[in-house]
Nanobody
Framework: QVMVVESGGALVQPGGYLKLSCTTS????????VAWYRQAPGKQREFVARIRSGSTTNYVDSVKGRFTISRDAAKKTVYLQMDNLKPEDTAVYYC???????WGQGTQVTVSY
């Protein structure tokens, strides 16, 4: 069973920043495609960002220029750096290993005064 664990969620004020982390039990990590999704209350889960095996990245339009996805293969961790956070970024953020269709349990991000 593939384990995926997110961390780093918190309450932050608008304009602030957070860095989420996603770790896995898999040993062959550098070649994985990993994605971040989020789900706000009363809304469907939506795609946020993805990093592929060659470090190609893509983002949903609403976070372009504010969020950055990156990978540290040695630590088997994918990060989501979130800058200039807005109230509409409030959601539970989930990490997904695409090749295994494996999800983490989610981490709560709340952007509010």
């Amino acid at each position: 069973q593939v384990m995926v664990v997110e961390s780093g969620g918190a309450l932050v004020q608008p304009g602030g920043y957070l860095k989420l982390s996603c770790t896995t039990s898999l040993t062959a990590f550098s070649g994985l495609t990993v994605a971040w999704y989020r789900q706000a209350p009363g809304k469907q889960r939506e795609f946020v960002a993805r990093i592929r095996s060659g470090s190609t990245t893509n983002y949903v339009d609403s976070v372009k220029g504010r969020f950055t996805i990156s990978r540290d293969a040695a630590k088997k961790t994918v990060y989501l750096q979130m800058d200039n956070l807005k109230p509409e970024d409030t959601a539970v953020y989930y990490c997904k290993l695409d090749s295994y269709n494996a999800w983490g349990q989610g981490t709560q991000v709340t952007v509010s005064y």
